[in-house]
T-cell receptor, first 114, second 113 residues
Framework: DVKVTQSSRYLVKRTGEKVFLECVQD?????MFWYRQDPGLGLRLIYF???????EKGDIPEGYSVSREKKERFSLILESASTNQTSMYLC?????????????FGEGSWLTVV | GDSVTQMEGPVTLSEEACLTI???????????LFWYVQYPGEGLQLLLK?????DKGSNKGFEATYRKETTSFHLEKGSVQVSDSAVYFC????????????FGRGTQLTVWP
């Protein structure tokens, strides 16, 4: 089974802190994604990566950056956390084959910025 | 641009009731369509998928048929259970190798015993 692991399930950080959210997948997928999920807004794409060291902005990249130094790991970075970044963050990786794309999600990281 | 419109919740049903969650989409070409489910406190899991017109995806008693003529992919279940309580997302994938997905806003389903 594909496993997407987000190392931190619950975090509380102070305004202005630098925050790292780590995501690891074990299936050699090339594509990985970071979303945030907020009530009433559904899932919104922050950044995605289609290869090592390659990244693309999603719909809401402001205030975030990412790092993909190894294929299995995709990190989301909040350079200076703010209260409006309190949210649930979901990492995903994608398998692409003859039947199309299938996305696998991690269990989510709940971030509270105080 | 692409968009996904799904029925707003919350939806509250008694056990064994019938469920329909409507989903319509706008997209060019021939996208793949998915339903994902999110149980409380968890990430999203793939529930079912359909990759071409008239395909029917099914899993755990849930079904959805890819209707290209009406650009719809409604989720149905004949008899819901308490354990089906979750948030359901309709998702469109245009099939690019980049893997951009387009999500509906989610529908909260609560099933009472």
């Amino acid at each position: 089974d594909v496993k997407v692991t987000q190392s931190s399930r619950y975090l509380v950080k102070r305004t202005g802190e630098k925050v790292f959210l780590e995501c690891v997948q074990d299936m050699d997928h090339e594509n990985m994604f970071w979303y945030r999920q907020d009530p009433g807004l559904g899932l919104r794409l922050i950044y995605f990566s289609y290869d090592v060291k390659m990244k693309e902005k999603g719909d809401i990249p402001e205030g975030y950056s990412v790092s993909r130094e190894k294929k299995e790991r995709f990190s989301l970075i909040l350079e200076s956390a703010s209260t409006n970044q309190t949210s649930m963050y979901l990492c995903a990786s994608m398998r692409h084959d003859d039947s199309g794309n299938t996305i696998y999600f991690g269990e989510g990281s709940w971030l509270t910025v105080v | 641009g692409d968009s996904v419109t799904q029925m707003e919740g919350p939806v509250t049903l008694s056990e064994e009731a019938c469920l329909t969650i409507n989903c319509t989409y706008t997209a060019t070409g021939y996208p793949s369509l998915f339903w994902y489910v999110q149980y409380p406190g968890e990430g999203l899991q793939l529930l079912l998928k359909a990759t071409k017109a008239d395909d029917k995806g099914s899993n755990k008693g849930f079904e959805a048929t890819y209707r290209k003529e009406t650009t719809s992919f409604h989720l149905e279940k004949g008899s819901v259970q308490v354990s089906d309580s979750a948030v359901y997302f309709c998702v469109v994938d245009r099939g690019s190798t980049l893997g951009r997905l387009y999500f509906g806003r989610g529908t909260q389903l609560t099933v009472w015993p």
